[in-house]
């Protein structure tokens, strides 16, 4: 059945896919922070279609949200729990990191929790150093979570719906700065796997490797490079773990050259664990270090001079590149 | 209540099987063939026993790192959890957990713990979960008065109770925190009383008296099947043994123990009540004594026979399909 397209924004394309997901399936359920009656705080919230006994607002409880997600999951339910900053992890570190996350193996595979954590990450919006993290670096150093970073409306809702489909506990994080950003999104049932990249441009001249709130940039950065004569070939990761190594090394078998861009700071961000897996996979593909374009390590600043120099942008991508193939 | 007596023997024999199972599983840590850390349960019998015999199998719990007494209560297996303590592949966990992460979804546990107070959060979720799904099963939290003061209880009471969950937060006060009396890491007595705070009905009962803990229990459970929401059980009782296996126990003198093992031992008190009764013999006791030492002693010889864990199980069951 050939299923049309429909234009939508980022934040209409999760609402999609979170009431496709709830409307198809009953032991789908939806708890957080204000995600009821409020609306939540940048929209996300399918409570007026679903009512209270599917989707209901928690105590400000991050531990005890994850331990709600863990519960329900190991009874065989599907909860969509809502994390609503990525910067909150810290509030449920143990749940994330020594409960969900080792379950399934301590058990010795006895448990599965399929549960789905909503969180948003990025900067941009003044929110200052403790609203604005990306911690996806956190997460993939834990094994036993999945997690997945849509850069557009239309992933957003397939891996939404992969994520809550999966039968583990998967973070699905959310870019707050692309809640308006509109895009042509399949309609009806609609799924992006998790674990595969996405080649949003081909080049042969630099492989560019970005997820979340840097994809765009690197766009927009791969549009200055053309205008010099230099194409770049952008790969939006759409999924930190499970990574798509594959896309990323045939892209730089094809280039010779890589850069990858994330908006979290320098040090042990997951650009230097795709920057290591090329340098020991794709060694002989290389014809220049592996460099990547992040934020400083420093916390996030709030007034907007500071986190616009804080965030990578296109003139910085653009000019990292030159230096590599000059 | 009135009690059965058959009700009561077969608590009697729980708790000596638990007592058994930790009295020999020491011996096989000191005699070095467990790995890791252990954590007794002996003296604390009555609190598993009573808790459990208030429960059925579909009921859910979460368990301590001090959980042997918690596991065999709920109707575990000891060879299965004596394998598992020595890491073989035929453990519960196929030797993957050890004694802290014993888990048996189909008898209800939702594992022990080696997190402090980290099954609380997981036991409310799992309590709504059964609300969600229409059931009138329960969930159990078991903790240590230790644990009462990790954000974990108070986050998990306080969203049990805002959501009328069917969760019972079990709190075995054994009077220390780890290594740590509890007079030097809580202000309060009794830890019932915080049951107030997220008003939720809070007790306080004698921890060693199996009979008690089973009445108290069963109080809160018949009222969280029908509806009526989440508890608070405190149970008062005393660790015979350290922390963990090889605690020199600096911060007590053995002889506080000593009035608990000869005047308040919760299996002698038992007995008791079983010969008083007359709904047991001497012979009766003893017999089940030695049943429970030849079931434990092949549990023993199992765990001791089974095969460690091949290499290719590193990798397994870290994500599943």
């Known amino acids: 059945m050939d299923m049309g397209v429909k234009t939508m924004s980022y934040r209409e394309a999760i609402l999609d896919g979170l009431t496709l997901e709830m409307k198809r399936d009953s032991k789908v359920f939806m708890a957080g922070e204000d995600v009821g009656i409020h609306g939540g705080p940048l929209g996300i919230s399918v409570w007026k279609e679903f009512g209270a006994e599917r989707v209901f607002d928690t105590p400000i409880s ?22 609503m900053f990525i910067d909150f992890i810290g509030c449920c570190g143990d749940e994330i990191v020594n409960q969900a996350a080792k379950m399934r193996y301590m058990f010795g595979g006895k ?40 850069s557009t409306p239309a992933d957003a809702k397939g891996l939404l719906v992969s994520a809550i489909r999966d039968n583990n506990p998967v973070f699905f994080v959310q870019n707050k700065t692309l809640y308006d950003q509109k895009g042509d999104v399949p309609e009806g049932e609609y799924l992006v796997p998790l674990g595969k990249a996405d080649i949003r441009r081909e080049g042969d001249d630099i492989t560019l490797v970005a997820w979340s709130g840097m994809v765009q940039r690197c766009l927009a950065a791969a549009d200055l490079l053309a205008e010099e004569g230099i194409k770049a070939e952008v790969i939006d990761l759409r999924s930190i773990v499970p990574l798509d190594k594959e896309a990323v090394l045939a892209s730089v078998a094809k280039t ?47 007034t907007p001079s500071l986190e616009t120099l804080y965030l990578p942008d296109a003139e910085r991508i653009k000019a990292e590149v030159v230096a590599l193939l000059a | ?225 029908n509806g009526g929401g989440p508890a608070l059980l405190e149970l008062k009782t005393w660790r015979y043994r350290g922390h963990y296996v090889g605690d020199a126990e600096y911060y007590r003198e053995a002889s506080e123990t000593v009035p608990w093992m000869e005047e308040r031992d919760p299996i002698n008190r038992c007995a008791e009540l079983l010969l008083t009764k007359k709904w047991a013999t001497q012979a009766d006791l003893d017999r089940m004594g030695a049943d429970v030492k030849a079931e434990v002693e092949e549990a023993v010889e199992f765990a001791r026979k089974s095969p460690f864990p091949g290499p290719e199980e590193l990798m397994t069951d870290v994500l599943a399909d």
């Open chain 1, 62 to 83: 991050e531990m005890a949200i994850m331990g709600l997600g863990m519960g329900a999951a190991a009874l065989g339910l599907r909860p969509v729990v809502e994390i």
């Open chain 1, 256 to 302: 010779h050259r890589l850069v990858i861009v994330q908006e979290a700071p320098r040090t042990c961000g997951f650009a230097s664990e795709i920057a290591a897996i090329v340098a020991d996979e794709g060694f002989d593909l290389l014809d220049a270090p592996v460099r990547r374009v992040t934020a400083p390590d420093t916390p996030i600043p709030f």
């Open chain 2, 1 to 225: 209540m009135e009690m059965s007596a058959e009700k009561v023997l077969g608590m009697y024999r729980t708790m000596a099987l638990i007592r058994e199972f930790e009295e020999r599983a020491e011996a096989l840590f000191l005699g070095g063939e467990v790995p890791g850390f252990m954590h007794m349960y002996i003296g604390e019998e009555a609190i598993a026993t009573g808790v459990m015999a208030a429960l059925r199998t579909d009921d859910l719990i979460t368990s301590t790192h001090r959980g042997h007494g918690h596991l065999i209560a709920k109707g575990g297996d000891v060879k299965l959890m004596m394998a598992e303590i020595l890491g073989k592949s035929t453990g519960y966990c196929k030797g993957k957990g050890g004694s802290m992460h014993i888990a048996e979804p189909d008898l209800g546990i939702l594992g022990a713990n080696g997190i402090v107070g980290a099954g609380m959060p997981i036991a409310a979720g799992a309590a709504f979960g059964c609300k969600y799904l229409k059931s009138d099963r329960v969930s159990v939290a078991m903790f240590g008065d230790g644990a009462s003061n990790r954000g974990t209880f108070h986050e998990s009471l306080n969203l049990a109770a805002v959501l009328c969950l069917p969760a019972i937060f079990v709190c075995e006060n054994n009077g220390f925190g780890e290594g740590t009396r509890q007079c030097f890491h809580q202000k309060i007595t009794d830890v019932s009383v915080r049951a107030a705070g997220y008003d939720v009905p809070g007790r306080t009962v004698d921890g060693n008296d199996v009979v008690a803990v089973y009445e108290a229990m069963d109080e809160f459970v018949t009222r969280a099947r």
């Open chain 1, 111 to 150: 448990v599965s929790l399929p549960m789905t954590v909503l969180t948003t990450s990025g900067a941009g919006i003044g929110a200052a150093a403790q609203h604005s993290q990306s911690l996806e670096a956190w997460l993939a150093h834990v094994p036993g979570l999945k997690t997945v970073m849509p």
